[in-house]
Nanobody, 128 residues
Framework: QVQLVESGGGSVQAGGSLRLSCAAS??????????MGWFRQAPGKEREGVAS???????RYADSVKGRFTISKDNAKNILYLQTSSLKPENTAIYYC????????????????????WGQGTQVTVSS
C-alpha cells in the first residue's frame, strides 16, 4: 500500500509563492507512482487537476496555472513538488497529491478519477 503525505501549504498574500511537497512511501512505491499529479478542491467546487508528471518527465498543466506553477520530482527521495508563484485568491483550496501505477493517456492526466492513491491534502490560502 502506497502512502502519500502532502506538506508545504499555508497562508500567503496574493502574488506570493509556496512550494508544496508530497512524500510517497510504502510497499511498491516505485511501481505505484508511475504517474503523479496535483489536484485542488475549493469549497463548494469539484476537485480539479493542476499539474501532472510521469516517470519519463512529461508534464501537463491546467491552463489556469501555466507559467506560474511547476511540477517536479526527486526520484531518489520519492518526493513530488509543486512550486507555485504569483498566487491569486482564486487559488485558495486544499491541494492533493495523487498517484497511479501506469501511464495515463495525456488527455486524461488531469482527471481525478484516473488516480487511485491520494494524500490527505494541504491547505493553501491566498489573501488579497
Amino acid at each position: 500500500q502506497v502512502q502519500l503525505v502532502e506538506s508545504g501549504g499555508g497562508s500567503v498574500q496574493a502574488g506570493g509563492s509556496l512550494r508544496l511537497s508530497c512524500a510517497a512511501s510504502g510497499y511498491g512505491v516505485i511501481y505505484s507512482t508511475y504517474s503523479m499529479g496535483w489536484f485542488r478542491q475549493a469549497p463548494g467546487k469539484e476537485r480539479e487537476g493542476v499539474a501532472s508528471l510521469d516517470r519519463d518527465g512529461r508534464s501537463r498543466y491546467a491552463d489556469s496555472v501555466k507559467g506560474r506553477f511547476t511540477i517536479s520530482k526527486d526520484n531518489a527521495k520519492n518526493i513530488l513538488y509543486l512550486q507555485t508563484s504569483s498566487l491569486k485568491p482564486e487559488n485558495t483550496a486544499i491541494y492533493y497529491c495523487a498517484a497511479y501505477s501506469t501511464e495515463i493517456q495525456l488527455h486524461l492526466r488531469l482527471v481525478a478519477s484516473m488516480y487511485i492513491y491520494w494524500g490527505q491534502g494541504t491547505q493553501v490560502t491566498v489573501s488579497s
